[in-house]
Each structure stands twice: as structure tokens, then as C-alpha cells.
């Protein structure tokens, strides 16, 4: 291997928003530890319809990137439903060799609830959410398993999985655990640990340094106890 690629939403940034400068990231902590060239594709405030695309983008435009490449890829909200702008409007909307920027309505907030409301009457926002999640996670996890991409998924938010439903189980059922850090494990999930360990930042929602290095550390442990990287 001689890249990380990653990407997820603002937990896969550095946080520098005044009064705050973190500058590590869980992407960069990873890539330091093994020794590889970090990219990264993270974007604060978007959902996994953006995380699925751009990175099925990047290795579609740098096929020889699924040689030599680990994706270590954080979930986010499902609740946050991206969709394409009509032109880039900022430095952050760039991401390498892609011309399509990105913005999410976000249904947990005011905005995203009058928009359910006004066109989905009938909607169960469960499991609208638990759809939209396994649908981005299915999609990428067949993408990487079909171009022997080397992967590991994490939710850096927590969400839906089951409701109950039998579907749900056999949802579940398919995606590969060991590719997945800590499944259904909603104290590791990456949000919930810095909060239950008072590694968040004062007023801001989002890891401290402390928060990003001693969640490095742990997906570390992971990759290496399953010999993911070699």
C-alpha cells in the first residue's frame, strides 16, 4: 500500500473554526502510522450520497489508485440528503479531478423537516433513514469488493440500522463486519466516544485533538490485529 484515501463529513477535517485550531485528523493519524501518502476527500456538513460518489469518482479517474490504495471511509448522517449545485462555489467544493459540488438538507433541522413535510406525507423517517444508510453503505461496499479495492468503513455519526424488520436483518447480515469497525457499537462511534469521553471541543460538537488521536489509535489497533494493511 502507498495511500490512505479517505473521506466522511467534518469529523474527517481538521477543525480550525475560531477559537479552535485542530489540525490532526483521524485520515492523517492513520496515514502517519503507516506510512502512506494521505488523501483526502472529506467534506463538513454532507451526507453519504457525496461520500459514495466522489470516491467511486476517484477511483474511476485513477484506476491504478485500486492497486495501492486503503480507503478508510466514515459514514455520515443519513439524515443529511446531498445534492448536486449548479456550479462550485468555493475552494471546498473542489475535490481533485471532479467538477461536481455538493450541498445537503439536513432533516433532523428545521429546513429538512418542512421539507418531508411538504412533499412526503406518507414518509416513515426511520426507515427512510436506515434505507438511505444501508443504500450508500451496499453501493460502496460492492464498489470496493468488485475492484479488489483494500477498505474499512467506521461511523464517525451515529445511525438507523433496524427497526425489526426482517429486512432489515438481511440487511445487515450482508455487509462484511470485519470491514467495518466496531458495527452497531454506538459507544465507538467516533461522534459518541469523544462525547462520552469529554474529547470534544467546548461548544463546537467536534473531537479535540485528544479526540482524533485516541480514535486513530483504536481504528490502528483494528487495522492491524486483521492484518488489514500488509
Same mark, same amino acid.
Given at each position: 500500500?502507498?495511500?490512505?484515501?479517505?473521506?466522511?463529513?467534518?469529523?474527517?477535517?481538521?477543525?480550525?473554526?475560531?477559537?479552535?485550531?485542530?489540525?490532526?485528523?483521524?485520515?492523517?493519524?492513520?496515514?502517519?502510522?503507516?506510512?502512506?501518502?494521505?488523501?483526502?476527500? /472529506?467534506?463538513?456538513?454532507?451526507?453519504?450520497?457525496?461520500?459514495?460518489?466522489?470516491?467511486?469518482?476517484?477511483?474511476?479517474?485513477?484506476?491504478?489508485?485500486? =492497486?495501492?490504495?486503503?480507503?478508510?471511509?466514515?459514514?455520515?448522517? /443519513?439524515?443529511?440528503?446531498?445534492?448536486?449545485?449548479?456550479?462550485?462555489?468555493?475552494?471546498?467544493?473542489?475535490?481533485?479531478? #471532479?467538477?461536481?459540488?455538493?450541498?445537503?438538507?439536513?432533516?433532523?433541522?428545521?429546513?429538512? #423537516?418542512?421539507?418531508?413535510?411538504?412533499?412526503?406525507?406518507?414518509?416513515?423517517?426511520?426507515?427512510?433513514?436506515? #434505507?438511505?444508510?444501508?443504500?450508500?453503505?451496499?453501493?460502496?461496499?460492492?464498489?470496493? #469488493?468488485?475492484? =479488489?479495492?483494500?477498505?474499512?468503513?467506521?461511523?464517525?455519526?451515529?445511525?438507523?440500522?433496524?427497526?425489526?424488520?426482517?429486512?432489515?436483518?438481511?440487511?445487515?447480515?450482508?455487509?462484511? =463486519?470485519?470491514?467495518?469497525? /466496531?458495527?452497531?457499537?454506538?459507544?465507538?462511534?467516533?461522534?459518541?466516544?469523544?462525547?462520552?469521553?469529554?474529547?470534544?471541543?467546548?461548544?463546537?460538537?467536534?473531537?479535540? =485533538?485528544?479526540?482524533?488521536?485516541?480514535?486513530?489509535?483504536?481504528?490502528?489497533?483494528?487495522?492491524?490485529?486483521?492484518?488489514?494493511?500488509?
Amino acid at each position: 500500500m502507498q495511500y490512505l484515501f479517505t473521506n466522511g463529513c467534518s469529523y474527517s477535517k481538521p477543525r480550525t473554526v475560531p477559537p479552535h485550531n485542530v489540525t490532526v485528523t483521524v485520515g492523517g493519524e492513520v496515514a502517519k502510522h503507516f506510512n502512506l501518502k494521505h488523501i483526502n476527500f /472529506a467534506q463538513g456538513g454532507r451526507g453519504n450520497d457525496r461520500m459514495f460518489l466522489t470516491t467511486a469518482l476517484y477511483f474511476i479517474q485513477n484506476p491504478d489508485r485500486m =492497486k495501492d490504495t486503503f480507503a478508510l471511509i466514515q459514514l455520515s448522517s /443519513a439524515g443529511r440528503i446531498d445534492y448536486p449545485t449548479k456550479k462550485l462555489q468555493g475552494p471546498e467544493d473542489a475535490m481533485q479531478g #471532479q467538477d461536481t459540488a455538493y450541498r445537503a438538507i439536513n432533516i433532523f433541522k428545521d429546513n429538512g #423537516q418542512r421539507f418531508l413535510q411538504q412533499n412526503f406525507s406518507k414518509l416513515d423517517q426511520i426507515q427512510f433513514l436506515i #434505507q438511505r444508510y444501508y443504500s450508500s453503505l451496499i453501493n460502496l461496499q460492492n464498489f470496493f #469488493q468488485l475492484h =479488489k479495492i483494500n477498505y474499512l468503513f467506521y461511523n464517525g455519526l451515529e445511525n438507523y440500522t433496524t427497526t425489526g424488520k426482517k429486512d432489515h436483518d438481511n440487511l445487515d447480515s450482508y455487509i462484511d =463486519k470485519k470491514r467495518f469497525f /466496531a458495527w452497531n457499537d454506538a459507544k465507538l462511534v467516533h461522534y459518541n466516544f469523544c462525547v462520552d469521553n469529554k474529547l470534544e471541543l467546548e461548544n463546537d460538537g467536534h473531537a479535540s =485533538k485528544q479526540g482524533v488521536i485516541q480514535y486513530s489509535n483504536l481504528l490502528i489497533d483494528y487495522i492491524d490485529t486483521h492484518s488489514l494493511i500488509l
